[in-house]
């Protein structure tokens, strides 16, 4: 089977930061696109930033320029560094990714999800 695992959630001041990670492990072919979700309270999941292997990103016009995505293809990784943090990013945070297994199957795949808590 195949597993997500995140790390890096937590409680920060306004224009905080934090960093998340999101380990991808397990009968693992080849990942492809992998990106962050977030819901909060009361509200539907949104795409946060997302990030294909080659690299090119995309970003929720509501964390352009405080938001970055990265990843290591090498380690099937994928990090969300979060700058100038808002309580409105309060969430929950789930890593995604598009994963080929080594049984022939394609699928999506979602992490258990990580609280990020953000006080004025």
Do not use: H
Not at 26 to 55: C, D, H, S
Not at 56 to 73: C, E
Not at 89 to 107: E, M, P, Q, R
Request: charge should be positive.
């Amino acid at each position: 089977q195949v597993q997500l695992v995140e790390s890096g959630g937590g409680l920060v001041q306004f224009g905080g930061s934090l960093t998340l990670s999101c380990a991808a492990s397990g009968r693992i072919f080849a990942v492809n696109a992998m990106g962050w979700y977030r819901q909060a309270p009361g509200k539907q999941r949104e795409l946060v930033a997302a990030i294909t292997r080659g690299g090119r990103t995309n970003y929720a016009d509501a964390v352009k320029g405080r938001f970055t995505i990265s990843r290591d293809n090498a380690k099937n990784m994928v990090f969300l560094q979060m700058n100038s943090l808002k309580p409105e990013d309060t969430a929950v945070y789930y890593c995604n990714a598009d994963i080929f297994t080594d049984w022939g199957s394609k699928g999506d795949y979602w992490g258990q999800g990580t609280q990020v808590t953000v006080s004025s």
